[in-house]
């Protein structure tokens, strides 16, 4: 069984957390990393800082931005999650962008993501029809391809869902990354489209930013993805962010578990 599946548990919801890894510094991150497990966190995904984040929005792009001006690379964020393996069993993922992979070199970046115990990558610039761009090195390399379906995705649901690995990417709302007052996307309809035709776990991530959201998004799939508003905890905090987020993961996961 992989790590990514052991995080769909069949008696609890997960709670998947998104960071920019460097931000506020990489030390930083690897904390935040150790804390929010600790305080509930079931998966992580952790952004390689790039500098034309076109799924971000405002908060996350300002983060991307903070890492690189301290220089931090995939080198360090690889080097990082090695350390880190050794502390948690929650399943990383890291959320990237195809730029970042190929300049890097996909073979490279694929091999260095398997000894550093990376699961999955997540590249919302690759299409599922292009797909094919890197599938046959993460297969290689025992890394999952995260898919992802948005609002639009609408008769390629289904298409998308026969073929995803670890879980399918639900993406609740128009647009990039951001904290939404409202979420207005009919979640089950899309969720009841994939359980037609996989089994898959189906996790929703953008706009969440509340426990009550987090709450109602889990309700009707598999687990609620939250960026956003750990991220801008982070930013407002600095190195001091650990215990606020944790608190924050810890409201959030106590939400959505009763």
Same mark, same amino acid.
């Given at each position: 069984?992989?790590?990514?599946?052991?995080?769909?548990?069949?008696?609890?919801?997960?709670?998947?957390?998104?960071?920019?890894?460097?931000?506020?510094? @990489?030390?930083?991150?690897? +904390?935040?990393?150790?804390?929010?497990?600790?305080?509930?966190?079931?998966?992580?995904?952790?952004?390689?800082? /790039?500098?034309?984040? &076109?799924?971000?929005?405002?908060?996350?792009?300002?983060?991307?931005?903070?890492?690189?001006?301290?220089?931090?690379? &995939?080198?360090?964020?690889?080097?990082?999650?090695?350390?880190?393996?050794?502390?948690?069993?929650?399943?990383? %993922?890291?959320?990237?962008? &195809?730029?970042?992979?190929?300049?890097?070199?996909?073979?490279? /970046?694929?091999?260095?993501?398997?000894?550093?115990?990376?699961?999955?990558?997540?590249?919302?610039?690759?299409?599922?029809?292009? +797909?094919?761009?890197?599938?046959?090195?993460?297969?290689?390399?025992?890394?999952?391809?995260?898919?992802?379906?948005?609002?639009?995705?609408?008769?390629?649901?289904?298409?998308?869902?026969?073929?995803?690995?670890?879980?399918?990417?639900?993406?609740?709302?128009?647009?990039?990354?951001?904290?939404?007052?409202?979420?207005?996307?009919?979640?089950?309809?899309?969720?009841?489209?994939?359980?037609?035709?996989?089994?898959?776990?189906?996790?929703?991530?953008?706009? @969440?930013?509340?426990?009550?959201?987090?709450?109602?998004?889990?309700?009707?799939?598999?687990?609620?993805?939250?960026? %956003?508003?750990?991220? +801008?905890?982070?930013?407002?905090?600095?190195?001091?962010?650990?215990?606020?987020?944790?608190?924050?993961?810890?409201?959030? +996961?106590?939400?959505?578990?009763?």
């Amino acid at each position: 069984m992989s790590r990514i599946s052991t995080a769909f548990k069949s008696d609890s919801k997960a709670l998947i957390a998104f960071i920019m890894g460097g931000d506020p510094d @990489i030390t930083t991150t690897e +904390k935040l990393i150790i804390a929010m497990e600790e305080a509930g966190v079931d998966l992580f995904e952790i952004g390689i800082p /790039f500098s034309d984040p &076109a799924a971000d929005g405002i908060v996350i792009q300002q983060a991307s931005v903070r890492a690189l001006e301290r220089g931090c690379t &995939a080198d360090d964020i690889l080097n990082m999650v090695k350390r880190v393996r050794e502390k948690i069993t929650a399943p990383i %993922t890291l959320l990237t962008y &195809a730029n970042s992979i190929f300049a890097y070199g996909k073979e490279r /970046f694929m091999e260095r993501c398997r000894d550093s115990g990376v699961d999955g990558v997540i590249v919302p610039d690759i299409p599922y029809e292009e +797909k094919d761009e890197i599938s046959d090195v993460c297969e290689k390399y025992g890394i999952t391809q995260i898919a992802i379906v948005a609002p639009t995705s609408k008769e390629r649901t289904q298409t998308i869902a026969r073929e995803a690995e670890g879980f399918l990417y639900c993406v609740s709302t128009l647009g990039v990354t951001g904290i939404r007052d409202e979420i207005r996307t009919n979640i089950q309809e899309i969720v009841e489209k994939v359980r037609a035709v996989s089994d898959i776990p189906c996790a929703v991530g953008f706009g @969440i930013a509340t426990p009550e959201q987090a709450r109602d998004m889990a309700a009707v799939s598999d687990g609620a993805i939250i960026g %956003t508003a750990i991220v +801008k905890l982070i930013g407002e905090y600095g190195a001091e962010s650990i215990e606020p987020v944790r608190q924050y993961v810890a409201r959030v +996961k106590d939400v959505i578990s009763s």
